[in-house]
């Protein structure tokens, strides 16, 4: 049995609870009343997947139905992964401990580009070939994925057999139904995709031929088989309503976010340029300030956790905001639980909030300006003033904080040097801020820290036709911000811009870097959003022996008229606005928020609707 | 506030919940229990759990302590069924009851543990003749010690294909001996081919060899 053999090496290997499971509301269920089962795979390791909300939703979406039986599924670490190839131990699912290659449907979640090599070290690891085309007709071993990086996944095509573009509550659950059904009919999986494309929502990618130009450059994305020539995501009309777990499966290991998490709203109305998150998640919608307080009790009991979290891109946006809060003070308070309110902007960040956010015992304060100067700010239309910013830090300064953390990105579009040093001329004022204030903590000194990443172009932007900056323009301008700072109150950070570089390449990566990211991680990359395994050079040689340039994804202007890799993929953001929305930045100018003034960006045509 | 000791058995998969995952798991059993537990009044309240004796990654034991406080009068059984309702596979209350003693009058604890092959009549002459010199760490350094005036074996039987062995050791606040400083050095010495297959707690005793409660 599986399970023995798995025991036999717990011991020697780090937080063994990571693989063994049995934690509280993980769901057990007979495996042969079932008809359907779905092995929930999160391409990194159990203290990342554990933490991410939307396999908790799915997870218990689909085991809520009694025929369907969903598992989960994370990268074991080196340590355990060199075990399990040497004693012949396949990738499992931590429910039944049986092995991933018994499934249905083997679904992961593409949370950030960085782990499309660990996708196929877990195929493989499993023991199912990670080419689509080498898995046979046979109606099983169906694998599909989800999540934001889907909106451009082109770069897996020959891995997958499906997408699920969108919202999945709904759309998943149809899946399974109709593999359900043509089981049931003796189907096999050629019929059961071309069936599956007329879902709305899936993509099946062999169903699509693209061809290119000498150049490199798309020439056609062709439909066949009848499958839709554009697949449109999928998006929950009444978001309040919406199936949400009353359970979280609570490890027993500590997680990055141990904690129970409501999701409080989707979508954002703030389109800043530079965020994917911002305009794929689209249209704004809010769950009702009742909803929320119901789900935030149900979970708390359910889980006993100490830590409530109200989730999402922008949870200070929400228009209940302060009556959401006020209905769980009194029961936070009662019950000992810490209110955690992340993704908090800092223009509407009051006084009331942040007592909140001091229950959390939290050191410091964390802002993103993103950008060092109004000019730049105004381009990326990240529209945070700098005397709201400020307003902000003195709240936040009287209110006893004495760090503060300012993250910035480099290498945005129209960026010049001067921008650069205004990060520290922007630190410089929060330091001088803090010593007016005579109402500011006591017998400690300021720490502000500028924390930079660089910035990475990404699909449904309207940074899409931009080029990243190059690793050379990079370290220039890292020089020219370490050169600007003077004060030991400031400290600056960065990373290295090999991993973003990446990144660039596989976020608008067309279906010829499949070739690349098999060759990597036939030359052994995996982990790669993990410093300690990332290796560059790796990569450079699979594009070098693919005959592909880096350069070319990630660092090339694109034409507005360019066919892009994923102008088949409708996520009702038109190209016309991302065209407007590019040249607006071009020109300094700023869009003003969805609330106060609709900017046609395509969505309220496709639902029908005005969002406000 | 009304004091409370709970033993209970952890095997199976919850054997791989090391003591400082299990402190917080219990945390959030009791949240999850809804008996009216007893939070610490500091700046940082947090439900107060003590444990009697550590037990170590991957063993298995039928009798751990632990101590808690209530606010409100419960009667123990209901306490324990509250409590077996929120507790993960593996974990189980067996007797909830009011403490008449400290931990510290805790001296000895019983393992039991399965070696793989018949190794009894090894293991045997080993408590009596093997070399138990061994290097132990502590919080000052590494010491040299010998266990033999420590050891004691309790039991030594054959079980189905493997040998099944209980052995006595100092446990508590003054000493405490690990098995696996005893084990180690069997395996070491024993001449046959045998594996550790498994441990578990199976008895905490006081001074006298009483069952301590």
Known sequence: ?612 | MIKVRAVFEKCGRAKYISHLDLNRCMQRCFKRSGIPIWYTEGFNPHIYITFALPLSLGYESKVEIMDFNITEDEPFEIIAEKLNKAMPEGIKVVKVYSPQTKHTLIKYADFKMIFSGDVKSELEDFIENGNMTTIKKTKRGEKEIDLREFVRLTGCDKEGENTSVTLRLPAGNDLNINPSLVTDLFIAQCGKETELLSVERTAILDAEDKIFE
């Open chain 1, 1 to 612: 049995m599986l399970r023995e053999k798995i025991e036999k090496y717990l011991l020697d290997i780090q937080k063994p609870a990571r693989y063994i499971g049995g934690e509280t509301g993980s769901v057990i269920k007979d495996k042969s009343k079932v008809s359907v089962r779905f092995a929930f795979c999160f391409p990194d390791s159990y203290d990342i997947g554990m933490s991410h909300l939307g396999m908790k939703i799915l997870y218990s979406l689909k085991n809520a139905r009694e025929d369907y039986w969903c598992e989960r599924v994370f990268a074991p670490g080196v340590d355990f992964e060199e075990i399990m190839r040497r004693e012949g131990i396949p990738l499992y699912a931590l429910e039944s401990l049986d092995p991933v290659k018994d499934f249905d449907f083997i679904g992961f979640t593409l949370q950030y580009e960085l782990a499309y090599t660990n996708i196929l070290n877990m195929l493989d690891l499993a023991g199912i070939p990670v080419y689509a085309k080498d898995r046979g007709n046979e109606l099983f071993n169906i694998v599909v994925a989800g999540g934001p990086c889907v909106c451009n996944p082109e770069p897996l095509a020959d891995f997958f057999d499906i997408f699920i573009l969108g919202e999945g509550e709904e759309v998943n659950l149809e899946l399974m139904d109709l593999y359900k059904q043509m089981k049931a009919e003796g189907a096999d999986k050629k019929s059961f995709l071309k069936k599956a494309s007329q879902i709305k929502g899936i993509y099946v990618p062999s169903l699509y031929d693209v061809s290119y130009h000498e150049n490199g450059i798309i020439k056609s994305i062709t439909a066949k088989d009848g499958a839709p020539e554009k697949i449109k995501k999928r998006i929950i009309e009444d978001f309040d309503k919406v199936f949400y777990p009353e359970e979280f499966v609570v490890p027993f290991t500590d997680i990055v976010h141990n904690r129970a998490s409501v999701e409080v709203l989707r979508g954002c109305i703030r389109g800043c340029r530079f965020c994917q998150a911002g305009f794929i998640y689209r249209p704004f919608r809010e769950k009702s300030a009742d909803s929320v307080c119901r789900q935030a009790r149900a979970l708390c009991e359910s889980t006993g956790y100490e830590e409530l979290s109200l989730a999402s891109l922008s949870t200070s946006d929400h228009s209940q905001i302060s009556d959401i809060i006020s209905g769980l003070i009194p029961y936070t308070e009662k019950e000992h639980v810490n209110l955690s309110l992340p993704s908090l902007r800092v223009d509407n960040f009051s006084k009331e909030l942040m007592e909140e956010i001091k229950k959390v015992r939290k050191s410091g304060l964390t802002f993103a300006p993103e950008a060092g100067t109004q000019r730049l700010r105004n381009v990326i239309n990240k529209n945070v003033t700098e005397e709201e910013l400020m307003r902000t830090c003195t709240t936040a300064f009287t209110g006893g904080f004495a760090n503060v953390k300012l993250y910035f990105m480099m290498g945005l579009p129209t960026e010049t040097d001067d921008d650069i040093r205004g990060m520290t001329a922007l630190a410089q004022r929060v330091v001088d801020l803090f010593y007016s204030l005579p109402d500011r903590p006591k017998g400690r000194g300021v720490q502000v820290s500028i924390s930079t990443a660089t910035f990475v172009p990404k699909p449904f932007t309207p940074f899409e036709f931009e080029p990243q900056a190059t690793r050379e323009e990079i370290m220039h301008k890292q020089q020219i911000l370490m050169d600007s700072i003077s004060s030991k109150k400031i400290k600056a950070s960065w990373h290295d811009p090999s991993t973003s570089i990446l990144e660039a390449v596989l976020a608008r990566g067309d279906r010829r870097v499949s070739e690349a990211i098999y060759k990597a991680w036939k030359m052994g990359s995996k982990f790669d959003s993990w410093g300690e395994h990332f290796n560059f050079d790796n990569w450079q040689k699979a594009f070098d022996e693919c005959g592909l340039e880096m350069a070319f994804y990630a660092s090339r202007r694109r034409e507005y008229d360019e066919i892009m890799p994923w102008d088949h993929l409708d996520y009702y953001i038109s190209k016309d606005f991302l065209i407007r929305e590019n040249q607006k930045a071009q020109a300094e100018q700023t869009t003003p928020h969805c609330r106060l003034h609709c900017s046609a960006c395509g969505v309220s045509k496709e639902t029908g609707r005005a969002c406000f």
